[in-house]
């Protein structure tokens, strides 16, 4: 019954938002196309809040689609991003937490741990991808979060693929809970997202307004002007002796 609440839950809130179809074809799609460029060095898994008992459904699907992708071989490693946004869980440290207990090995577990909106999810992993080497990375999560981070995406020409959800596969997996200690998972002095910053400014950060940018990152001029007070400078070029 969890699985079958759980595909339920996805397919409506897919047809809630009025391109229910379109999305799920275009997921299904987006993977298709995908699985031709893997193995990934790693796939960059969005946060979800975690209340402390049990996972909510987006936690199940997006920890399980994860853990799928690498016993699959598409991915070899698994980027979890998130800070501690609604509650005192830091969200990367818990999916990491489930990951494991699924069975993927730590050393193929990597966590960021300062994104509080999705557009920092994607862009702080790639960041993180590229310091530990990784030089194909590919976002996988839910249809709906992949429709419109695609488009951040695309619009910073980041070179990130996409690994989407797709529901029929998951109609088939067993979609169980692993037992977790998430006691190392909280943050001390934690002050919810939502005290911190009001509905118009969550919305910002939602639309990446907070990002702090690496020069290298922004192909564009217009983004660089527009960016300019929050820009982390090129690397100066060391003169050849």
Not at 45 to 70: C, E, S, T
Not at 80 to 94: D, L, M, R, W, Y
Not at 165 to 178: G, W
């Amino acid at each position: 019954m969890r699985i079958l609440s759980l595909i339920f839950s996805v397919l409506i809130t897919l047809s809630l938002s009025g391109c229910g179809k379109m999305l799920y074809r275009s997921a299904e799609k987006a993977f298709n196309k995908g699985i031709k460029e893997s193995p990934y060095d790693a796939v960059i898994v969005p946060g979800f809040p975690h209340n402390g008992k049990n996972w909510d459904m987006v936690l199940q699907m997006r920890i399980h689609w994860a853990h799928y992708l690498y016993t699959k071989g598409y991915t070899k490693n698994i980027i979890f991003s998130g800070s501690a946004v609604a509650t005192p869980f830091v969200e990367s440290k818990v999916m990491a937490s489930y990951a494991h207990a699924l069975g993927v090995p730590l050393e193929n577990i990597f966590t960021e741990e300062k994104a509080e909106h999705s557009t920092e999810n994607v862009y702080y992993s790639y960041r993180l991808g590229k310091d530990l080497g990784f030089t194909k990375l590919a976002l996988a999560t839910d249809p709906i979060q992949t429709s419109y981070m695609r488009r951040f995406i695309k619009r910073f020409e980041l070179p990130i693929g996409l690994l989407p959800t797709v529901i029929d596969t998951l109609k088939v997996m067993n979609l169980y809970e692993p037992k977790v200690d998430l006691k190392t998972a909280t943050r001390e002095g934690f002050v919810k997202l939502s005290d911190r910053e009001n509905f118009f400014e969550r919305f910002r950060g939602t639309m990446g307004k907070y990002i702090i940018w690496h020069e290298e990152d922004l192909k564009k001029k217009k983004h660089r002007r527009k960016f300019k007070d929050r820009i982390i400078p090129a690397p100066a070029a060391k003169n050849e002796p």
